[in-house]
Each structure stands twice: as C-alpha cells, then as structure tokens.
C-alpha cells in the first residue's frame, strides 16, 4: 500500500515522516489531501503539500514548526496553519471539518467532522482523495481515482457550482491543464449556473484570484477560449468583447513572451498574467479599464502596467517605426515602460522595424547608466541643484547615440557644456 508514498520526491518524504512520526506521538492520524494526491497519482510535480489531521491540526502544525525551528501562520477561525520551511515551500495543515453554504456563493460556515466529511467538501472527485502518511494507503470514498483514469471533471454534489461558483473557474482550468473533460452532468450542472448568473455574484477579490491563476497557466489561451464558450466575460464587464483578433494577439503575447525568456534569462521574472490580462481587455478603453482595477482590487502597480499599455499609442507608435530614430529617442520612450507593456506592444504591433528597436532596448540601451556622478560635478565647481539633473540627461543622451563611451569622455563633454554656459 505504500506505492504512493514512494512516488513523493524525495526532497518532501523527510518531512511527511516527520509529520506522522509527531501525528502518531499525539495517537491520531496525518493524511495528504488534494490536489496534491492527484498530482501524484498523474506523475505531476506539486511541492504544495496540503495535510489533513483527524483531531489537532494547529496543534501538530506548531510541533512541526517548532521542530524545524521554522516560520508559522495560524487562522484559529478555520482551524488551519501554514509552516513555512523554505521559500518556495509551505505545509498548509488542517483539522478535518465539514462545511455548509448559509446561501449561494457565500463563504462556507465550518465545524469539526469526519476525513470523509473534511473530503466531501471538496470541488471535485480528483481533489477528494486522502492517502494515509502511517501505511500509504489511499481513501477513495469517491471515484476520484477512477474519473483520474477515465480523464474526467465530476463534481461532488448537484449545487457544487452554486454553493461556490469559483468552482467553473477551477473546473475549466483543470480541464484544460490536464486535457481532461469536464462530465456530461457536471457540465450541465455548470451552465445552469452561468444562466442563473452565478458569476457576477461571487466576490470580486475571489474572482480576481480565479482570473489570476488562469492567466498564469502554461498555455491560458485555451481557457480563456473554454471560459468564453461556457460563460462569456460578463462577470468582468458586460461590454468586453472576445472577438478573432483578441485570440490572435493573446497567441502573439505567448510567443513574446517565449521570446524573453529564452533571450533575457537575467532580467527580473514576468508577470505574465499581467500580459495576459492586457491582451484580454482590449477591446476596452482607458477608463473602463481603471473601472475593472478599482472593481477587482487590482495593485496600483498592476493598474499602472494595464494603463500604460493602452495609453501608448500615436506619436510613440510612429516615433518607434522610425528607422532613423536616434537611440536616445528609444531609451526615452521604453526605459519608464515595465517590461510586460513594452512586450504586449511588441506582440501587438507586427512591424519589424518597431520590433527591432524594442530589441535594441532590449539587448543595449535597458538600464544604461553614465559613469559621472554628482561628486564629480561639484569638483568641478557646479553648485548642486537642478542643473545636475539636466546635465546628467544630456550625457546620457549623448552616451546612448555613441557620443562618448566611458567616464573620461563623460567629464570631456561635461567640460565643453560648462564652457558653452560661461
């Protein structure tokens, strides 16, 4: 019974032993629940370890924190922890519990229950799945593992999407992740709840993380185009529009950003969701899309990213297409754009002439800075004030176009622009 156990990598099984060696010191048992049992099982990576205990779950999170003398979150309201043991790995911890929904898309009422009830509240067959950390034994009181082999969604109750609507977001990105289907009486189950319009009614902040997870999928386009089949985007807006030419430039956002990541593995990571979503509200104006920011709760970096992309149009378009444009030129418009709208541009405009300048800036011009610095100036006698500003501008202007190459011929034009003003 322990083949599923011994599928865990390696890296992890140290730390299940430890947490059923401290489970069977208190005389109770640990179990691994969720998606990560059904990554498992399909030989899929997942270091997000989501534990079970029947009894105390806070409890044995903070035996086990204390033992790796590590960082832990405790949210006594639901009975969960998080351990934190290094970054980029977590152990969430929980009591077993069951739940109700006092009405539809509200947040669910918990209180102390069986494993069985703890998973029968989950969303789906293949995330209600447990195996046992004492002898590796996998509880299946559902036909998860069966709809896993059959390739199939199948919720656990005739008002799952009701309860929690976030529940269509989930079962379209599974679906499309893992090629699967969603079944014939889940996926009515779900356009009954897009007709009674069970989106528009969850949280925006809950339909903001659901959105977000999407985008950042390998591949979101197909969900986005499984999302718009089955439920349309009127949960975000009812005038975005998804049309032909929205799909062609969400494919070109994909291959821009391949593109960076196989020639700018330096640069400081993506985010691609953000990219996506630039290419999502297109169709949309300035306005509307500050509205969608406040509605959702969006980060006023996110906002600034999404509205600098829509409001960099006209002369900087054309200035861009330019063959002749000074470098100087290139710096001043993409250097104070985020590397996510200069990319959305790039997918979006086909020019190559507009193109190669984004790579100029790119491969030379991103991040170039001028040796003198404001020590230099006072010795040669400039008093500090905004004069710095505008002499550092032009030595980097000149810089850009060749002009001067290290800091000797920085301090030279320096000299010969102080001389001019005298």
Not at 389 to 417: H, M, S, W
Request: proline share 4%.
């Amino acid at each position: 019974m322990k083949k599923y156990l011994g599928k865990i990598p390696e890296e992890l099984q140290g730390l299940l032993n430890k947490v059923h060696n401290i489970a069977a010191r208190k005389n109770t048992e640990a179990y691994l629940v969720g998606g990560f049992v059904r990554d498992l099982i399909l030989g899929v990576k997942n270091l997000d370890l989501d534990i079970v205990i029947e009894g105390d779950g806070i409890g044995l999170a903070q035996d086990f924190a204390s033992s790796l003398g590590v960082k832990i979150t405790v949210h006594r309201q639901f009975g969960t922890a998080t351990v934190f043991v290094r970054p980029g790995l977590k152990v969430d911890f929980s009591s077993s519990r069951q739940e109700h929904y006092p009405s539809p898309a509200h947040l669910p009422l918990v209180k102390g229950g069986s494993l069985k009830d703890d998973l029968n509240r989950r969303d789906f067959t293949l995330n209600a799945m447990a195996i046992s950390l004492k002898d590796g034994k996998l509880v299946d009181y559902f036909g998860g593992l069966n709809d896993l082999r059959h390739k199939v969604i199948r919720v656990l109750h005739p008002l799952s999407f009701i309860d929690d609507p976030t529940r269509i977001f989930r079962a379209i990105r599974f679906e499309q992740r893992y090629n699967f289907k969603i079944e014939p009486e889940s996926l009515k189950l779900l356009r009954q709840a897009v007709r009674l319009k069970m989106l528009e009614r969850i949280h925006p902040h809950r339909t903001r993380d659901d959105l977000v997870l999407i985008l950042k999928e390998k591949n979101p386009v197909k969900e986005i185009k499984r999302i718009e089949k089955l439920a349309g985007f009127d949960f975000i807006l009812p005038q975005l529009k998804i049309i032909p030419k929205t799909y062609a430039l969400l494919k070109a956002i994909k291959r821009e950003i391949g593109y960076f990541h196989k020639n700018y593995t330096g640069r400081r990571p993506l985010d691609t969701w953000v990219i996506y979503l630039m290419g999502l509200l297109e169709s949309l104006d300035a306005k509307k899309i500050k509205n969608i920011c406040a509605k959702f709760g969006l980060r006023k970096g996110e906002e600034k990213r999404l509205l600098s992309y829509k409001r960099s149009q006209g002369r900087f378009l054309t200035d861009l297409s330019r063959a002749s444009i000074a470098p100087a030129r290139i710096f001043a418009l993409l250097e104070p754009l985020s590397y996510e709208t200069i990319l959305a541009l790039r997918a979006k405009y086909n020019n190559p002439v507009f193109k190669r300048n984004i790579t100029d800036f790119l491969d030379i011009y991103n991040g170039m800075r001028i040796s003198v610095s404001g020590d230099d100036l006072a010795g040669l006698g400039v008093l500090p004030g905004p004069r710095y500003r505008k002499i550092f501008t032009q030595v980097l202007k000149a810089k850009l176009n060749g002009q001067v190459r290290n800091k000797e011929e920085e301090l030279a034009l320096i000299k010969q622009l102080l001389r001019k003003r005298s």
